[in-house]
């Protein structure tokens, strides 16, 4: 069975560009989480989508904004770059709602996004 | 508002010991505790997770304890091998509807041969 995979994985971008960031989780999985990791730093929770719907969102401005699919596919759109948006972008999947009881999440590879 | 504290200096450990890695949290007790492998460039990769009303839990060389008086858990690996060598992140989000995961930041971990 295929881990979750995230495309592209590498990326660069000039500050004021539009970037897409795209997740495709474990098969049967319902729920997808995006997180933002910089450089020596833990990741930060941007969303988490379940059912296609917005379960949460972390401390993150509206230029962040993010999808889910009928296929539980995702998608992470972030507006307006900044140079302090370069960060390892990681798409995490899980069986059901994080929330609601325990459910292990499945990391994908991550997209490194630089703003140059 | 809550944080996560790990150690942020690596750590140094002889091969064939014991290596514990600390993680505090601050304010309120989490429903649980989860721990994480990263390797550099990789996405994290789950590990253990202990409920609140959990002391410990193993998996192989592996050893979660969660003490809430102390608001921290600890992490053992025992017989370390260089192979172990990776950063090591804990997390933790309460049982609540739309809750996030916290992580802290990590720490490094060297197993030397």
């Known amino acids: 069975d295929a881990g979750v995979t995230q495309s592209p994985t590498h990326l660069i971008k000039t500050r004021g560009q539009h970037v897409t960031l795209r997740c495709s989780p474990i098969?049967?999985?319902?729920?997808v989480s995006w997180y933002q990791q910089v450089l020596g730093q833990g990741p930060q929770f941007i969303f988490q989508?379940?059912?296609?719907?917005?379960?949460g969102r972390g401390n993150f401005p509206d230029r962040f904004s993010a999808r889910q699919f009928p296929n539980y596919s995702s998608e992470l759109n972030v507006n307006a770059l900044l140079l302090g948006d370069s960060a390892l972008y990681l798409c995490?999947?899980?069986?059901?709602?994080?929330?609601?009881?325990?459910?292990?999440?499945?990391f994908g590879p991550g997209t490194r996004l630089t703003v140059l | 508002s809550q944080k996560i504290e790990q150690n942020s200096e690596a750590l140094n450990i002889q091969e064939g010991k014991t290596a514990t890695l600390t993680c505090n949290y601050t304010?309120?007790?989490?429903?649980?505790l989860q721990w994480y492998r990263q390797d550099p460039g990789r996405g994290p990769v789950f590990l253990l997770l202990i409920r609140e009303n959990e002391k410990e839990k193993r998996k192989e060389r592996l050893k979660v304890t969660f003490d809430t008086t102390l608001k921290q858990s600890l992490f053992h690996i025992t017989a370390s091998q260089p192979a172990d060598s990776a950063t090591y992140l804990c997390?933790?989000?309460?049982?609540?509807?739309?809750?996030?995961?916290?992580f802290g930041k990590g720490t490094r971990l060297h197993i030397l041969p």
């Open positions: 304010n309120y007790s989490p429903a649980y």
């Open positions: 995490a999947s899980s069986l059901e709602f994080v929330g609601y009881s325990y459910n292990e999440q499945f």
């Open positions: 989508y379940y059912e296609k719907e917005e379960r």
């Open positions: 997390a933790h989000h309460r049982r609540a509807r739309d809750d996030k995961i916290i």
């Open positions: 098969s049967g999985h319902k729920s």
